[in-house]
């Protein structure tokens, strides 16, 4: 069976690309070394990492913004390489498209709709038929009623949005967001990845979500977990959620429940099951303290 | 209250007697007070920045006064730019700002400015670097050679060389992971514990603000919903999230725990604490 994206001993160093920009140059080092990674059709997967981890450059590699050392990406088979035509690189982009964080630097045009029909309207689509896709992308990020805005007037989480719903114009199969919630509020914060859920749950888009809040990546099926340069660990959220070890070496943090779970277990006390929501975690601990009653 | 900062009635308006006109401050009172840190927390557009702003004389309010010990800082408009040495502002992602050809150049940007000779220049850079954690060896390398928290601690290091006796920080710790941002909470609470200033941070994380600030300021739509301690604001979970706010997760299994007969006996905000409390009602301690 192929995967929708399969990456084989994947590399990636900073000091290969021709414009020797030092800010990005790692001294000799790989900014990523042997990533295997395999991520179907239809998956919700978080990749997380702290900073310099690596796990933004593996996202810019699958759609060729960066162009890898050594090693191969595959997009439903096809082998994404800088020898591909224009027209197969243009292809490429449209099915696997990226948000980024800084919500500000995404927004092109005057009005929010005008913005969305931007990607579609270099695709050469019809203009009754991008009239149909930018209703439904506004619709599917909650922005209909600020189609005839102005951008720069929105919030940060209404541009993050209006952002997403350009790129669901031109139709991905896949959707990186690269810490695309990383410069908003909570409520901002909430919008977006409420968002991801529905393109996975509700269109079946595949959505990666690049993050190094813990808090976010419970939301995914997978989490994958990068640190320096390299695959750590891998399993659903409870699964890394429970290896305290292993998120500790990522130099990343629990969300507070599961990390209080994680004390309790290293203080001795014997916690069955998984928790990562504060109502499951006070199922447990509840169902902890009433045992210890009946004892 | 030994006051530090005293807001008595500020608004301020953007693009005034223009179509565009938004009041983006109405009638805020406000004090800070000396040696405190401070949080001010708030939604998108709420009126943080705008505020923060205010306490160094960058922007001026429409009408109210904005005190500094006690003294009007637009009393002697000309003499601003001494509020500013006073009150330093660590803006939104300072490391964009970063420009000299070395970090320690850009440190010393500050002081040089104030008038200071080179010698004491050259103390404060060391000083204030290692305070931020960055090696000697890094105060000769390029801005652009940092990493991203690196740089973000070198900015700080700039304004803090200026020693301002009011240290006000806007969003901090955004887009760093769990190290870079305590590494720069733990410089910003030293140079507190060390100069005796007065600390003020502006973020949205709630997790962050409750294990580091004293006394919580709550900004909607442009006024103050909520001034308290710490413990005073967080207990209020309903009313920060219908301001578009949050309250620590632990802080809300807590309350989860209370309304099924759970009681920690007091507002927890720390895994710790959180742990201590339940291993001691498990151990038999119980809790009544």
């Given at each position: 069976m192929t995967h929708l994206i399969e990456t084989r001993e994947l590399c990636f160093s900073?000091?290969?690309?021709?414009?020797?920009?030092?800010?990005?140059?790692?001294?000799?080092?790989?900014?990523?070394?042997?990533v295997n990674i395999t991520i179907d059709k239809g998956e919700f997967v978080a990749v997380v990492g702290r900073n310099g981890s690596g796990k933004s450059t593996f996202a810019k590699l699958l759609n060729l913004v960066l162009e890898a050392s050594s090693g191969e990406v595959y997009i439903d088979g096809k082998k994404v390489s800088p020898e591909m035509t224009d027209e197969e690189l243009l292809d490429l982009r449209r099915r696997v498209g990226m948000v980024f964080?800084?919500?500000?630097?995404q927004l092109v045009a005057t009005i929010v709709e005008e913005d969305v029909a931007f990607g579609p309207e270099n695709l050469g689509i019809p203009s009754a038929e991008i009239r149909e896709r930018v209703d439904a992308a506004l619709e599917l990020v909650g922005m209909t009623e600020y189609?005839?805005?102005?951008?720069?007037?929105?919030s940060g989480g209404q541009k993050q949005r209006v952002a997403i719903a350009g790129i669901i114009a031109m139709m991905p199969e896949c959707m990186i967001f690269d810490?695309?919630?990383?410069?908003?509020d909570p409520s901002g914060r909430a919008e977006v990845v409420d968002v991801m859920e529905k393109l996975v749950r509700e269109k079946g888009i595949t959505v990666i979500n690049i993050t190094h809040l813990m808090s976010e990546a419970a939301r995914a099926d997978r989490i994958i977990v990068i640190n320096e340069g390299k695959v750590i660990g891998e399993g659903t959220p409870k699964e890394i959620f429970t290896n305290t070890e292993l998120v500790r070496r990522a130099g990343l943090e629990l969300p507070q429940c599961a990390a209080l779970l994680g004390e309790l277990r290293a203080r001795g006390v014997r916690i069955d099951g998984a928790g990562i929501t504060p109502d499951e975690c006070a199922d447990i601990i509840i169902k902890k303290l009433q045992n210890r009653e009946e004892e | 209250m030994n006051k530090k900062i005293e807001l008595i009635d500020v608004s301020y308006v953007y693009g005034?007697?223009?179509?565009?006109?938004?009041?983006?401050?109405?009638?805020v009172n406000l004090n800070i007070e000396a040696g405190s840190v401070t949080g001010i927390i708030g939604h998108t557009g709420s009126g943080k920045s705008t505020l923060v702003r205010l306490f160094n004389g960058l922007e001026r309010p429409a009408s109210g006064k904005v005190l500094l010990d006690g003294v009007?800082?637009?009393?002697?408009?000309?003499?601003?730019g001494k509020v500013r040495y006073r009150v330093g502002l660590v803006m939104q992602?300072?490391?964009?700002?970063?420009?000299?050809?070395t970090v320690a150049a850009d440190i010393a940007y500050g002081p040089k400015n104030m008038g200071l000779d080179a010698d004491a220049v050259e103390e404060r850079v060391k000083k204030y670097s290692a305070l931020v954690g960055l090696s000697e060896e890094d105060?000769?390398?390029?801005?652009?050679?940092?990493s991203g928290g690196q740089k973000r601690r070198a900015a700080i290091a700039g304004i803090m060389a200026m020693k301002p006796e009011v240290l006000v920080l806007d969003e901090?710790?955004?887009?760093?992971?769990p190290v870079g941002r305590n590494l720069i909470f733990d410089a910003i609470e030293e140079y507190r514990a060390v100069e005796g200033a007065t600390v003020i941070i502006v973020s949205h994380s709630m997790e962050d603000m409750a294990a580091r600030c004293d006394r919580v300021i709550v900004m909607s739509d442009g006024e103050v919903v909520a001034d308290g301690t710490r413990d005073e604001v967080f207990s209020c979970a309903d009313k920060l999230v219908s301001v578009g706010l949050d309250v620590p997760e632990i802080t809300k299994l807590a309350e989860l725990l209370a309304s099924r007969?759970?009681?920690?006996g007091k507002t927890v905000y720390t895994v710790s604490d959180a742990a201590d409390i339940i291993c001691r009602a498990l151990s038999g301690g119980g809790n009544e």
């Open positions: 900073y000091d290969d690309e021709e414009n020797e920009s030092t800010e990005n140059k790692l001294e000799g080092k790989y900014a990523l070394c042997g964080q800084n919500p500000d630097n189609a005839r805005h102005e951008p720069h007037r929105l810490e695309s919630t990383a410069m908003l | 005034e007697r223009t179509p565009f006109e938004i009041t983006a401050l109405k009638n009007d800082i637009w009393e002697k408009p000309k003499e601003i992602y300072p490391e964009y700002q970063l420009f000299e050809e105060l000769q390398k390029s801005p652009f050679e940092l901090p710790a955004a887009g760093l992971d007969g759970f009681d920690f």
